[in-house]
Each structure stands twice: as C-alpha cells, then as structure tokens.
C-alpha cells in the first residue's frame, strides 16, 4: 500500500534534482555574459531601490517640505520642483510605479500574444484566419497613437495604462508563438500524443507550450523594456496617475516648470538616467537570455 506513495515522493524528489541542475547549467552559462552579469545588476540595483522606497526615500513624495525650486543641498539631494516637493523622493518611489507598470503590462501582453499564437498555429483554419487577421491590424496601426486614445476613453490611472500597455502590446509575442507552435506541432512526439487519443488542450499545455515558454520568457524582458518606455512617454504627455509619482510623470512635472530652459538639470536628467540604466539592464539581461537559449546563438558563441 506504501509504494505508491513512495514512488511518488522519489519522482518528487528526483523532479526536484533535474530542475536543480537545470538552474545550476543555466546560471553557469548566464555568468559567462559579462553583459547579462551588467544587466542584471542594474535590474537588482532598481528592484532593491523600489523595495526599500519607505526606509530610503527621506521623505513623502506627495509632501511640500521645502521651497520651490530648492537646488541640491545636504537636506535636498536633488532639490526641489516647483511646488517644493522632494525630487529625489519622488525619483526613488517613481522606480515602485515604472518597474511595476512594465513588469505587469509585459506579463498581460505576453499571457494574451502566447494564448493567440497557441491558437492560431495549432488549429489553423477560421481560427488562425480571423486571429492573425486581428494581429495584422494591430501591428499596421501606431502604437503611441492608438495608447492615446484607448487612455483617453478609459481614463488616467495605474492600473488603465498597465491595461493599455497590455492590450496594445502583445502582436509580436502572439507571431513569434504561432510559428513556433507551427513547427512544433509537426513533430513526432506530438503526433504520437495524437495518435495515443490525447485531447488538443494537453497537446498544447504539456507538449507545446514548454517548448515555447523560453523564448516567450526572453521576448517578455524586451517587452518589460517597451512597457517602462511606453508608461514615461504616456506620463509625458499627461495620461499618468498624478497621485503615484513615476519617472515619466517626474519628466513632465520638470518640463511644465521649464527645467530644461532654466539649467535646472537635477529635476530632468535623475530620472532621464534612470529610465536608460532600467531599459539598458532589461536589454542586456534579454540578449544574454537569447544566446542561453536559443540553441543556434549558443553556437555562435
């Protein structure tokens, strides 16, 4: 009555150690990037910072605790804007809503362009024909323009740009899939899957799926890259929550006070920088990621 059990525990146990190794090789092939070690070094440096904004941030980004327009003192590191909140306050809690809002609405793209492009190459026909018609529509129109107004119907808040990101941003994940899918689903071990009475759904969950996961995975950190973009330049232009401070929210507020005109540089290049070091980071982590796993790129190396 106990080798049941027992069996299942000893596949735990040695599901478990393959999972072990698998990380061990990933993490030995991972740190022989010098630049993927820079990448994600800069990307643990703002997820510490965006963790730690209560015990770092000397004070309360929403809080007038100075004059206007203060310059960078021992009191106010990078001075103050033009209501006389703290700037580097605001640049430290920013990080919380940009990392946020690009991890989130690349993980909503993603969920919706691998669900579209599991669909459309597995069962082709009607499905794949109005799916990849809706896709193509997608991808010719303009992104920026098209975020503007879905913004404007649904409203400024966090949680709508995270929904418009998402929305808008999932057509190349949903191609890359679909071609995968295409070609994987010609191989022999799904067609004995199929030929055995295994039901489509588990085709594409425990045959297909994990062979598409990686690249998904590498395609999604370029994404979280377009997501921080995408919530700045929306910020920018004035459909950011105004009651969550963000980098591109702290860039709007700068150019509204005529930082740039005025030699004010603490108000507009901090989070400027900030936005390059993130978007660099996710680069470099998402290009090492490409050489690990795609197979033709690791030869190259």
């Keep these: 009555m106990t080798l049941g059990p027992r069996a299942t525990d000893s596949q735990l146990r040695e599901r478990f150690s393959t999972s072990a190794r698998r990380l061990k090789g ?12 820079l990448g994600l070094f800069l990307i643990s440096a703002f ?8 015990w770092i941030a000397p004070y309360d980004p929403r809080a007038l605790v100075g004059f206007p327009f203060q310059p960078p003192s021992g009191e106010h590191l990078l001075g103050t804007d033009q209501i006389g909140r703290d700037i580097f306050s605001m640049l430290i809690w920013g990080s919380r809503i940009s990392l946020l809002v690009g991890l989130l609405a690349s993980a909503t793209g993603v969920v919706i362009g691998t669900t579209v492009g599991l669909i459309s190459g597995y069962f082709r026909g009607l499905p794949d024909s109005i799916l990849m ?9 303009p ?7 879905l913004g404007a119907l649904i409203g400024r808040s966090m949680w709508n740009i995270i929904l418009v990101i998402g929305v ?11 071609s995968q899918t295409l070609s994987i689903k010609e191989r022999p071990y799904v067609e004995a899957a199929r030929s055995i009475g295994a039901k489509d759904s588990q085709i594409l969950i425990r ?6 996961l990686p690249l998904v995975f590498a395609n999604a950190i ?7 973009l995408a919530e700045s330049g929306l910020s920018f232009l004035g459909l950011g929550d105004p009651t969550k401070p963000s980098w591109g929210l ?22 400027g920088i900030c936005i390059m070091l993130v978007a660099i980071g996710f680069a470099f982590s998402s290009y090492s990621l490409d050489q690990i796993l795609n197979p033709r790129l690791r030869k190259r190396r």
Excluded: C, Q
């Design 222 to 228: 370029v994404g979280i890259v377009d997501a921080i």
């Design 47 to 54: 997820i510490i910072m965006a963790l730690a904004a209560p």
């Design 133 to 141: 018609r809706i896709t193509d529509l997608l991808i010719t129109l």
């Design 207 to 212: 045959h297909i799926m994990p062979n598409v």
């Design 168 to 178: 808008t941003g999932w057509t190349s994940t949903a191609k890359m899939v679909r």
């Design 250 to 271: 702290l860039l709007r507020y700068s150019n509204e006070a005529g930082a740039l005109a005025t030699g004010r540089w603490w108000f507009i290049i901090p989070p």
């Design 26 to 37: 990933f993490w030995a092939l991972y740190r022989m990037s010098r630049i993927g070690l």
């Design 143 to 149: 992104n920026l323009p098209l975020m503007l107004i």
